[in-house]
C-alpha cells in the first residue's frame, strides 16, 4: 500500500477506496459498488451481510482467481464461461464421469458396418442389449455414416433402455475416452460415436422414440489387429453442450464381423 505520510490528500486521494454511496451512510444492507477516489468502478460490491465480485467492463476466464504462494491458481471463477476451476489441474468444479460399457460379449454377433448402442453400464452379458442396431454404413467404405439420428421402438424397448443415458441438467462433455479389445487374432476396423437425442417422454405408444440426432464427439477408424492388445482411443468433442431432458447414446461399429468385443468409453463432463 503507498503511504500517505508527507502528502497532500490532491496528491494519493485517486488511490483510496470507497463506496459508491451519495447519501454518507457508511455500509448498508444494499450491496454498493466499491470505488477509487476518481470515481473509477472496480469488481467488488460490498454491504454488511455480502460480498459480490461483478465484473465492471468484461467478462474474464479469472473474474475471481485464489493463488497459492507459488502464484499458481487453485480456486477460479470464470464468467466468460460460467465455470468454476479448482485443484492443481483447475478442472471445473462440478466434474463428473459417466461410463458405457461392456464385458466380452460372446453370445451375439455384430453385423458388418453396424453402429451398436452400448449399456450405459458395464454389462457381463450383452445379449440382446449389445446388439441393438443404431443405423449402418455403406458397404462400399467402412464408417462413412453416423448412427442414426432417430429411432422408432416397434418391440425392442427392452433391448435398448439400458443403453440410454437420460441427462437431467444442462451439461458440458469436456472429454470421452475409450478402449476396446477383441476376442480373435485377427481384428478388424473399429470405430464409436457419443449420440445426443430428443427423447420422447410422454409415456405413450411412441414412449423412449429418439430424434434429432446429434454427433457429440467421434474419432477416427481405429485398426483392431486382433487380442493381443487392447485399443485406446481419445476422441473429438463435435458438440459439447447438451441440454436436460436429451438421451446420450454411445456407439460402436467394426467393418467385418471377425471378433466379438469388451468396451470400456468414459464421459467426463460438468454440468451447465
Known amino acids: 500500500m503507498p503511504t500517505f505520510t508527507g502528502k497532500t490528500f490532491a496528491s494519493f486521494y485517486k488511490n483510496i477506496l470507497g463506496i459508491d454511496n451519495s447519501s454518507h451512510t457508511g455500509i448498508g444492507s444494499f450491496a454498493d459498488r466499491i470505488q477509487d477516489g476518481a470515481g473509477n468502478n472496480t469488481a467488488i460490491r460490498l454491504s454488511d451481510d455480502q460480498l459480490a465480485v461483478v465484473p465492471n467492463n468484461?467478462?474474464?476466464?479469472?473474474?475471481l482467481n485464489v493463488m497459492n504462494t507459488d502464484g499458481n491458481s487453485v480456486l477460479a471463477v470464470d464468467t466468460t464461461n460460467s465455470k468454476v476451476l479448482i485443484g492443481a489441474s483447475q478442472v471445473a468444479a462440478n466434474t463428473q464421469y459417466a461410463q458405457f460399457g461392456i464385458t466380452y460379449a460372446g453370445s451375439v454377433s455384430f453385423t458388418a458396418d453396424t453402429h451398436f448402442a452400448i449399456p450405459f453400464e458395464i454389462s457381463a452379458d450383452g445379449g440382446t442389449t449389445f446388439y441393438f442396431e443404431m443405423g449402418s454404413s455403406t458397404s462400399?467404405?467402412?464408417?462413412?455414416?453416423?448412427?442414426a439420428s432417430s429411432l422408432t421402438i416397434t418391440n425392442s424397448a427392452y433391448a435398448v433402455v439400458n443403453c440410454?443415458?437420460?441427462?437431467?441438467?444442462?451439461?458440458?462433455?469436456?472429454?470421452?475416452?475409450?478402449?476396446h479389445a477383441a476376442d480373435t487374432a485377427s481384428g478388424e476396423d473399429a470405430a464409436a460415436h457419443l449420440m445426443a437425442y430428443t427423447v420422447d417422454t410422454a409415456n405413450g405408444s411412441t414412449g423412449g422414440d429418439l430424434s434429432n440426432g446429434v454427433v457429440v464427439a467421434d474419432g477416427a477408424t481405429i485398426t483392431n489387429a486382433g487380442y493381443e492388445q487392447i485399443y485406446y482411443q481419445a476422441m473429438t468433442v463435435q458438440s459439447a453442450n447438451v441440454d436436460a431432458g436429451k438421451v446420450i447414446l454411445f456407439t460402436f461399429a467394426s467393418d467385418t464381423i471377425?471378433?466379438?468385443?469388451?468396451?470400456?468409453?468414459?464421459?467426463?463432463?460438468h454440468i451447465r
Open 140 to 147: 462400399s467404405s467402412f464408417n462413412d455414416t453416423n448412427p
Open 164 to 179: 440410454y443415458w437420460y441427462v437431467m441438467d444442462d451439461i458440458t462433455i469436456d472429454a470421452v475416452k475409450w478402449l
Open 258 to 269: 471377425s471378433s466379438d468385443y469388451s468396451i470400456n468409453a468414459t464421459v467426463k463432463y
Open 58 to 63: 468484461d467478462d474474464t476466464t479469472s473474474t
